[in-house]
């Protein structure tokens, strides 16, 4: 694993420590539930935002490095997103599954959030190098497209959720039209377009 991996795989694990301390000597409130839910959702958007946000920013400072840490950002997105979904399962459905699908057609925030789980699902699944070669690389990047649609749906999600101060969901839904819509104008403006690096190189 190379460095910046590393760094990115150590950084991206504190907050799960910081939780899990906080946890164990009951500083989290008179709800740990909904502050161990509350806080593995918001790091799940918190990593799909830095995963949407790597080609922008690989463009515009021309950093292309961050190309490497980019697949292992969208695995941690998901790999909150995995704590937050069991979280709920867990704990408030207590694994009965046939309540889970009933909330879900009950609470359509609920339903914003299992899209945007399934829709990271099959990224984490052909994250690695032999599914790459297997899908070939226009399919797979094709496919990881989808991680646009689940961010999306990830801050509908936390925006119902919100009832009063919808602040942070707004700072969310801001940071992913963003995002894609950088992505889009990069897609469609005229081919010749001006040096976007603010730092070229001499």
């Known amino acids: 694993m190379t460095f910046p991996k590393v760094v990115v795989f150590v950084n991206a694990l504190i907050p799960l420590g910081l939780l899990l301390w906080d946890l164990y000597h009951k500083r989290v409130g008179p709800n740990p539930l909904e502050f161990a839910t ?3 959702g918001m790091l799940t958007l918190v990593f799909l935002s830095l995963t949407v946000a790597v080609t922008p920013l690989r463009k515009i400072f021309g950093i292309n490095s961050l190309v490497k840490v980019r697949r292992m950002l969208g695995l941690f997105a998901f790999f909150y997103g995995t704590l937050h979904l069991l979280t709920y399962v867990w704990f408030d459905r207590l694994f009965n599954l ?5 909330d879900v057609g009950r609470r359509p925030f609920i ?27 226009k399919r797979w990047a094709a496919l990881h497209r989808l991680v646009y649609l689940s961010a999306i749906a990830g801050v509908i999600h936390f925006w ?3 009832k009063s101060d919808i602040r942070l969901p707004l700072t969310f839904a801001f940071i992913v039209v963003f995002l894609l819509g950088y992505r889009l104008l990069a897609k469609y403006a005229p081919a010749h377009q001006p040096n976007t690096n603010l730092f070229p190189r001499e």
């Open 38 to 40: 509350r806080t593995t």
């Open 98 to 102: 046939l309540s889970v699908v009933q």
């Open 111 to 137: 339903l914003a959030g299992m899209i945007a789980f399934l829709l990271m699902a099959p990224l984490a699944i052909t994250s690695t190098n032999r599914m790459v070669k297997r899908l070939g690389g």
């Open 160 to 162: 119902m959720l919100v």
